[in-house]
Every structure is written in structure tokens, then in C-alpha cells.
């Protein structure tokens, strides 16, 4: 059972500014997954990428490690948006439909609970819109990391 969800609140800029090389958020990253943040509300992220050809799996569609590099990617920024320097622990994955190439992909995060070192959070991303076609789900456990982590 998971501990009951903690209140924080901060607003974020749209990258972390130690890391403008960020693979998933970097502005200026080549190949990189181009995640831009839509909304912040204090409580929830939701950024969004167009899926290119490049990051096929099976013809015509996203490869599951692309999508789960895009969650993963949202998941920590919220958690970094709310104020805790975290790394990954443990990240579950649920893919529900077939993501295709060039569609735009809108992924919502949201911290859930704190509980000591551990912070949980869940993110789904739709297809169509924030409110679109459900395509993949996961869940994260992310542990603070001492002294701020790596520079």
C-alpha cells in the first residue's frame, strides 16, 4: 500500500536548466525525444512529442523502449517539478494500443505519494489529444538522491 498522496507545489521552467542536454527534454538535443511541457498546474505535468520514423519498432509503429523512455522522461520531470532531485528505482510500463509513427503523443504525469527517500508517480499518454486514445500507461517509484546527485 502506498502512502497517502503529499502536497507540494512549485512552477517549473520548461527544462531543467543544469541539463539543457536532457534527452527527453533537451531544447537544442539532436535526435533527442523533443518532450515540450504544455501544461503545469502545480500537481501534474503534460508534455508532448511527434513520434518519428526513426523510432519505429515494428513497421509503423513506436518501439516500446522509445515509449517507455518518454514516460520515464515525464514522470521525473514532475517529480523534479515538485521540488526532489530523484532517480529512476523502478518503472512499470503497461502499453494498451499501437502508438504510430508520426502521430503526436501527449504523455501527463503526476506525483502521487511520499513516503521518506521514496516518491511515487503514474503517467499515461494518449494519442489525439491529452484526453485522446489511451495508449500506455506506468508507474514509477523514484528514490531522492543525497547531496543532489550528479552536477
Known sequence: MRPAPHAMSSTPPPHIPSYPNCYGCGP????????????????????????AESWAGAAGVAHGGVLAAALDEALGYVVWALGHRCATARLEVDYLAPVPVGSRLWVTARGTAVAGRKLYAEAEATIGGPTGVPAVRAAALFVAVRNGGAQ
Request: no cysteine.
Open 28 to 51: 537544442e538535443v539532436a535526435g533527442g525525444l523533443g518532450l515540450s511541457v504544455i501544461n503545469w498546474d502545480g500537481t501534474a505535468v503534460t508534455m508532448a512529442m511527434t513520434i
